[in-house]
């Protein structure tokens, strides 16, 4: 195993941070009142911003996979997902919770990924509205 910059409690803490000011904003003064309820349609804004805070307090650098219609993030050592989180996992009838976990995210078995970005370092045209608004109220509120 590789010298890691998190243990699974800094990503659990950081997901837990980013689901409380998720929980208790009303995204709608955001213009962002088209947003499913929790955790349906909130895979791109929680992986985005998540990766984000895990950026910001120095616990390595998580890219984002994803496939079109869902994302998650991946810590990637040496070519190998050593570590995901799938934040919205449970929007999806087979699972029950969100990922937390070593290895490939179980969500990402039945929704590979074909397309990925390293947090912080996306192309412009990766975020769409909802990403940016969430991670920049977010961040102002955390960072």
């Known amino acids: 195993m590789p010298q890691l910059p998190?243990?699974?409690a800094d990503v659990q803490a950081a997901h837990d941070d980013v689901l409380a000011v998720?929980?208790?904003t009303d995204w709608s003064a955001f213009g962002l009142g088209f947003m499913s309820s929790y955790p349906r349609g909130w895979c791109s804004a929680m992986s985005y911003t998540i990766g984000r805070l895990l950026l910001h307090r120095g616990l390595g650098t998580w890219r984002i996979a994803g496939n079109g219609s869902h994302d998650w993030l991946e810590y990637v050592d040496g070519g190998d997902i050593v570590y995901s989180v799938d934040a919205t996992q449970h929007q999806f009838p087979d699972h029950e919770a969100a990922w937390f976990g070593w290895g490939l995210a179980?969500?990402?078995?039945?929704?590979p990924a074909y397309h990925y970005a390293t947090c912080g370092q996306e192309p412009a045209s990766w975020a769409k509205?909802?990403?940016?608004?969430?991670?920049?109220?977010?961040?102002?509120?955390?960072?």
């Open 22 to 24: 998720v929980s208790e």
């Open 106 to 111: 179980p969500s990402a078995k039945s929704h």
């Open 129 to 143: 509205g909802a990403e940016v608004a969430v991670s920049a109220e977010v961040m102002r509120r955390l960072g």
């Open 6 to 8: 998190f243990t699974p």
